[in-house]
């Protein structure tokens, strides 16, 4: 499986930004049983989860992120988003999108929070 997110950039404090994650090779058949996350991997530190949806829609949330971002997923397009508000320093990292049911990870994208 072959995953692509994109969105990422520079943004200051405060600010919102939105990521994409496309899974073009899976069929849609497919694509819609998998549960998928996003990761964040910042300088220094390991690989954190930030989020995952079910294939119904069902979200968790880490704790630093709870109510601040939103994952969500629009299965006809295979695509999975994590929409990103009152973006904080402490969230600059790589993301990464990933299957959590086959375990494939996307190259990341790098979010830059500025203070």
């Known amino acids: 499986v072959q995953l692509q997110a994109s969105g990422g950039g520079l943004v200051q404090a405060g600010g919102s930004l939105r990521l994409s994650c496309a899974a073009p090779r899976l069929i849609f058949s497919t694509y819609v049983t998998h549960v998928m996350a996003w990761y964040r991997q910042a300088p220094g530190k390991q690989r954190e989860l930030v989020g995952s949806?079910?294939?119904?829609?069902?979200?968790i949330y880490a704790d630093s992120v709870k109510g601040r971002f939103t994952i969500a997923r629009d299965n006809s397009k295979k695509m999975i988003y994590l929409h990103m508000n009152n973006l904080k320093v402490e969230d600059t990292a790589v993301y990464y999108c990933h299957s959590e049911t086959s375990n494939d990870w996307g190259k990341g994208t790098l979010v830059t929070v500025s203070s």
């Open positions: 949806i079910t294939r119904s829609g069902i979200t």
